[in-house]
Structures are given as structure tokens and as C-alpha cells.
């Protein structure tokens, strides 16, 4: 089992800045990706950004590249979702995923993020 936490979630102007981030316990130490979902009101959850074990593959959305930038640090078993830029239309509930070796998936709470224009 994995347990997430997510924290950074907030009101912000569009063009401003968020930092989200997820803290991972429990079977950290099969941990293989983790990443940022989002769900928008009455709109299916999307797939934002992905990071591997090492750090050295990222994956983006269409939407978010050259905006957000995910990271992680091994060493706290966190994953961070720094958001620049930030439009109205990102407005959603931001969920951290998390994938261990083996295909097991868990998900965090959802942070909510609302930009207004």
C-alpha cells in the first residue's frame, strides 16, 4: 500500500504560479512513476504529467507544455508539479498518481486549483 498527500492547491490570478506537491509512505521503495492527473467540472479526469523513478523521463499534456514542470525528489518520496502561467481553463481538482513495479496504481485526495481571469 502507498498512502498520498497532496498540498499547494489554491485561488490564483491567471498568470500567476502554483507549486503542487504529493508526499508518498508505505511501499515507497517499489514506487516506478508518479504523476499529476486533473478534473475539471463536468469533465472526465485528464492525464497532466509524468515523471519516472529516476527523474530522467517526463511526460506532458499537450496543454501544460512549456508551463508546468514536474519533478521529484526520492530522497522525501515526493513528486512536485511546479505551474506557471496558469490559465483559467486549469482550473480543475489536481490528483497525484503514483505506479508501482507490478502495475499497482494509487491515487492522493486531489488538491483544488482555480485560477480566475
Same mark, same amino acid.
Given at each position: 500500500q502507498v498512502q498520498l498527500v497532496e498540498s499547494g492547491? %489554491?485561488?490564483? &490570478?491567471?498568470?500567476?504560479?502554483?507549486?503542487l506537491s504529493c508526499a508518498a509512505s508505505g511501499r !515507497?521503495?517499489?514506487?516506478? !512513476?508518479?504523476? =499529476?492527473y486533473r478534473q475539471a467540472p463536468g469533465k472526465e479526469r485528464e492525464f497532466v504529467a509524468q515523471i519516472n523513478r529516476s527523474g530522467g523521463s517526463t511526460v506532458y499534456a499537450d496543454s501544460v507544455k512549456g508551463r508546468f514542470t514536474i519533478s521529484r525528489d526520492n530522497a522525501k518520496n515526493t513528486v512536485y508539479l511546479q505551474m506557471n502561467?496558469?490559465?483559467?481553463?486549469? !482550473?480543475?481538482?489536481?490528483?497525484?498518481?503514483?505506479?508501482?513495479?507490478?502495475?499497482?496504481?494509487? =491515487? %492522493? &485526495?486531489?488538491t483544488q486549483v482555480t485560477v480566475s481571469s
Amino acid at each position: 500500500q502507498v498512502q498520498l498527500v497532496e498540498s499547494g492547491g %489554491g485561488l490564483v &490570478q491567471a498568470g500567476g504560479s502554483l507549486r503542487l506537491s504529493c508526499a508518498a509512505s508505505g511501499r !515507497t521503495f517499489n514506487v516506478y !512513476t508518479m504523476g =499529476w492527473y486533473r478534473q475539471a467540472p463536468g469533465k472526465e479526469r485528464e492525464f497532466v504529467a509524468q515523471i519516472n523513478r529516476s527523474g530522467g523521463s517526463t511526460v506532458y499534456a499537450d496543454s501544460v507544455k512549456g508551463r508546468f514542470t514536474i519533478s521529484r525528489d526520492n530522497a522525501k518520496n515526493t513528486v512536485y508539479l511546479q505551474m506557471n502561467s496558469l490559465k483559467p481553463e486549469d !482550473t480543475a481538482i489536481y490528483y497525484c498518481n503514483v505506479v508501482l513495479f507490478g502495475g499497482s496504481s494509487y =491515487w %492522493g &485526495q486531489g488538491t483544488q486549483v482555480t485560477v480566475s481571469s
